[in-house]
């Protein structure tokens, strides 16, 4: 009965093992997928305010979402399918990010049609991505991303110093948030994750 | 031996196939078939009875995706086989321990 119960756990132990070691970082597509539109879309924003001064452009973000979720919902489905398998941390950083992406839309809404668009979007935009990057990294355990995400939300708040006729700047202020949220830790995971398949 | 507790120990999971599914689903979010085949070393077949057996105890929820051939089932543990798996390992780690001492006695007496 005692060789029998030890086989037992060391089968359990045996496939938790298995599991840890098969394990693959998924999602840093996304955070690079995200990171390039909405780093594009900040400074085509900017651009055009400069060139034409239309408060149309101020609704430019939406392209985020339009592009951005289904190129989301393909990696997602891709990376599923070719793993097999979805960790508890990947779950709920995905989570994190649809809770993200849904205030942001909601923040843009908002703001839009109740004519702040200028004094406050950029900055709750800012301390969400930071609040993203900093919680994504704390719970996969990556320090790059804690650091980015916390420099990410202290710098929103340079936003506060750009008001009246200096607006479009906080657009130029959000892109820089958005290399420091997004795209340096997508291509940190990434390099991190070519030296360990090394 | 008649200090064992045989009630500890859940018959359903007292199999090979079936505990490796557990504990792997344990471990997880969700996995689809193919993984399970993998980390299992098990036939489709067999794993396939597996799964239906853990099913319908309720310890594993399987929802599928897609029709026909390209058809992909994600298996999910529940609530309920959780704690069951949970209260089937304390129940060895118990069973295991209490025994130690009894064999170490009587290794003493001799």
């Known amino acids: 009965m005692q060789r029998n119960t030890m086989r037992e756990l060391d089968i359990i132990n045996e496939i938790r093992g298995k599991v840890v070691s098969r394990r693959e970082h998924t999602g840093t597509k996304l955070f690079l997928v995200f990171g390039y539109i909405t780093l594009f879309m900040f400074m085509a924003e900017f651009l055009a305010l400069e060139l034409w001064n239309t408060n149309l452009c101020t609704w430019l973000w939406l392209c985020i979402l339009i592009v951005g979720m289904p190129l989301m919902g393909y990696h997602v489905r891709k990376d599923f399918n070719r793993t097999g398998r979805r960790t508890p941390d990947e779950y709920l950083a995905l989570q994190l990010w649809l809770f993200v992406g849904g205030a942001s839309a909601m923040c843009g809404l908002t703001t839009g049609f109740a004519g702040v668009y200028e004094q406050c979007y950029c900055l709750i935009q800012g301390l969400l991505l930071g609040m993203g990057c900093f919680l994504t990294g704390a719970i996969s355990s990556f320090r790059t991303m804690v650091v980015c995400g916390i420099i990410g939300a202290l710098l929103s708040f340079a936003c506060l110093f750009f008001q009246g006729v200096l607006w479009p700047w906080q657009l130029l202020i959000m892109a820089l948030v958005t290399i420091i949220t997004l795209v340096i830790p997508g291509h940190a995971c990434r390099r991190y994750i070519n030296k360990e398949k090394i | ?110």
């Open chain 2, 1 to 110: 031996m008649s200090s064992f507790k045989f009630a500890v120990i859940n018959p359903l999971l007292h199999n090979e196939l079936r505990l490796k599914i557990m504990v792997a689903l344990d471990s997880l979010e969700s996995a689809n078939f193919m993984y399970l085949c993998e980390i299992t070393d098990a036939t489709r077949g067999n794993l396939s009875v597996q799964i239906t057996t853990l099913k319908d105890a309720g310890y594993l929820e399987v929802s599928k995706s897609g029709s026909g051939p390209t058809a992909r089932s994600v298996c999910r543990i529940t609530r309920k086989g959780h704690e069951a798996l949970l209260a089937y390992e304390q129940g060895l780690r118990r069973l295991f321990t209490e025994r130690v001492p009894e064999v170490e006695t009587k290794k003493d007496c001799i």
